[in-house]
């Protein structure tokens, strides 16, 4: 695969940890089931629901379905340090004028 | 009474000859050229009337200026100094063919060895490789990590939520039925995020699937960071099995700094199912 002349267009790189082992006797079937709950009720914004996240990646390693990590190396602490903002807002239909800084940028 | 014409050509003669009184030649049926040829080997006269003279052209050792006569005996003896001659000739080829004997046994044995150190260099060259790709991972080698460092995102810094949109498909006529198990999260950039797809086998036999995924827009590829997910392993679903695949995922909050990705809010993830070339090895978990 040739990717390299084209910068902005990455090879599909292979997960940190590797492939999840399947649930083939679906013992945390419940706990996904709870977080999707979750999701639902919370208009499907994940930042509310890593209680669940956290119960079903507990269930996959004790039952040997996923290698065993301390919680806080998936960094769900440090999003709690974050500000959050609104999404910057960009006219769709404003113009593009060649040689003038891009549309949505600030500078 | 010899004229002086005849003279002269035997003076002549003489010096092309080398100095030599060689009666046996005679002077209109050698040729002379010829004679340059034969007898250059033993010529040491080097001095002429003309400092560029044929003779110094013709030998083999170009010494100019250097005189160095070479008398036979002047006696009658020419026989004897013609074999002699005929001698140091033989001796002189034969000198100069074992030169070259040699010469092209060193080179023969320089090819051969050659030869022999490249074969060995390709065939040796398989296991070099090999390691020198797991050392370096070049071109995407699988490499062992025995201890994985966890990546320490810095998040204290303004973010905005992205939405990601989950779509699944099938390909490959695999008798699945692929869909996920939400259409899209609201994500946070550096948060990881679960999702989940559900995989079904309709059919009476296990089947080996392999997916693949693809990040739309193409830009915002290099910033998804799949921490596990169930692709490019094969998986095998048994008959009538409803399977539960998650996927941890965390955009890197970098793609907030982007100014190529412009403000950026959606992103889509697709996943592919794919049949197996590798149907075998069917063995009851």
Sequence with gaps: MNFAHNSSIKAPTPPDKGSFPLDHDKECNDAMGDYLKCLQQNNSQSRYCVEFTKAYLKCRMDNGLMAKEEMENFGFDEIKKATIVDAPKINPNEPIIAGLRKRGTNN | ?285
Aim: hydrophobic fraction near 30%; charged fraction near 20%.
């Design chain 2, 1 to 285: 009474m010899i004229s002086r014409f005849t003279k002269q050509i035997l003076t002549n003669h003489y010096i092309l000859n080398g100095g030599k009184l060689s009666y046996s030649n005679s002077i209109y049926s050698r040729n002379l050229i010829g004679s340059f040829n034969n007898n250059n080997k033993n010529i040491h006269l080097k001095s002429t009337s003309t400092p560029l003279s044929l003779h110094t052209l013709y030998s083999n050792n170009n010494e100019p200026f250097q005189i160095n006569r070479y008398f036979s005996s002047n006696s009658s003896n020419n026989n004897n100094n013609n074999s002699q001659e005929e001698k140091n000739n033989q001796s002189y080829e034969q000198e100069r063919k074992q030169r070259v004997h040699e010469k092209n046994k060193s080179t023969a044995m320089w090819v051969l060895t050659s030869i022999v150190g490249i074969l060995g260099l390709s065939y040796a060259a398989v296991p070099l490789y090999r390691v020198f790709c797991r050392v370096t991972g070049y071109g995407g080698t699988v490499r062992e990590e025995t201890d994985q460092e966890h990546k320490k995102r810095n998040l204290e810094r303004k973010l905005y939520p992205l939405t990601v949109t989950f779509t699944a498909s099938t390909a490959n006529k695999i008798p699945w039925t692929f869909k996920p198990s939400q259409s899209s999260i609201e994500v946070l950039p550096g948060e990881a995020v679960l999702a989940s797809y559900r995989a079904t086998n309709n059919t009476d036999k296990p089947i080996i699937g392999v997916a693949t995924y693809n990040i739309t827009p193409m830009k915002a590829g290099s910033y998804f960071t799949k921490i596990q997910c169930f692709c490019f392993d094969e998986q095998r679903i048994n008959a009538h099995e409803s399977l539960e695949l998650p996927v941890l995922f965390v955009v890197e909050p970098e793609i907030l700094d982007d100014k190529n990705l412009g403000g950026i809010t959606d992103i889509t993830l697709s996943y592919t199912f794919f049949k197996s070339n590798d149907q075998g090895e069917l063995e009851e978990i």
